[in-house]
């Protein structure tokens, strides 16, 4: 199955909350995950991405943690700030080509 | 910071019209995509093209889509005959190369709507 499962849908938190998101999937020719931010009227942008042989990723206030052996990848974001708000989407690249599967996505409100 | 650019932003047509959508890779990338987002629902892989030729497609990617690369900068869409559900955001992106860890930059899309 080529299928990222993302949870959950949408998710509000208090500024300097850690919002988390869940990704999970069953095939194991993925071996890329990035996570992509996208603001309303913009494309994807790439935010943060890691490798199954990593168990966990920080870029500023982004870690991915890495669960290989549950198939699972989660993105938490330390000190939300209102700018945070946005929709994002885990994603996984197939092996055998270099297209991305996308989740469903998770729209995230950070109140101020 | 270059940028993927893609025209036009919207774009209205009637069912059954042939639609062409353009995306301005970024400079030095060799390979492009397409990807669709029906709204609502998740981003799509359409097809990917490397070389002046398509190296990979999903299901969606039937005989009624084609991608070219007429020229040293743009990569096209068309869609022959656009039905309903062809109503979607459509992404291109593109990467410097290949293989696992080369970055997908994405345009800002361009919203098709058939009537």
């Known amino acids: 199955q080529q299928q990222v499962k993302q949870s959950p849908q949408s998710l509000i938190v208090q500024k300097g909350g850690i919002p988390i998101i869940n990704c999970a999937y069953e095939n194991t020719a993925f071996d890329y995950f990035p996570w992509y931010q996208q603001f309303p009227g913009k494309g994807p942008a790439l935010l943060i991405a890691?490798?199954?042989?990593?168990s966990e990723k920080k870029e500023g206030r982004f870690t991915i943690s890495f669960n290989k052996s549950a198939k699972q990848f989660s993105l938490h974001i330390m000190d939300s700030q209102p700018g945070d708000s946005a929709t994002y989407f885990c994603a996984a690249r197939w092996k055998y080509g270099n297209k991305l599967v996308f989740g469903a996505g998770t729209i995230l409100r950070v109140k101020s | 910071e270059p940028e993927v650019t893609q025209t036009p932003s919207h774009q209205v047509t009637q069912m059954g019209q042939e639609v062409i959508l353009r995306c301005v890779p970024i400079s030095n990338h060799l390979y492009f995509y397409w990807y669709r987002q029906i709204l609502g629902q998740k981003v799509e892989f359409l097809v990917s093209?490397?070389?002046?030729?398509?190296?990979?497609k999903s299901e969606i990617f039937d005989d009624q889509f084609s991608v070219e690369r007429p020229d040293g900068s743009n990569f096209t869409l068309k869609i022959r005959s656009t039905k309903l559900e062809d109503s979607a955001m459509y992404f291109c992106?593109?990467?410097?190369?290949?293989?696992?860890?080369?970055?997908?930059?994405f345009g800002p899309g361009t919203r098709l709507l058939v009537l």
């Open positions: 093209f490397y070389n002046n030729e398509i190296s990979e």
């Open positions: 992106a593109s990467s410097v190369s290949g293989g696992r860890g080369k970055t997908q930059y």
């Open positions: 890691i490798r199954p042989d990593v």
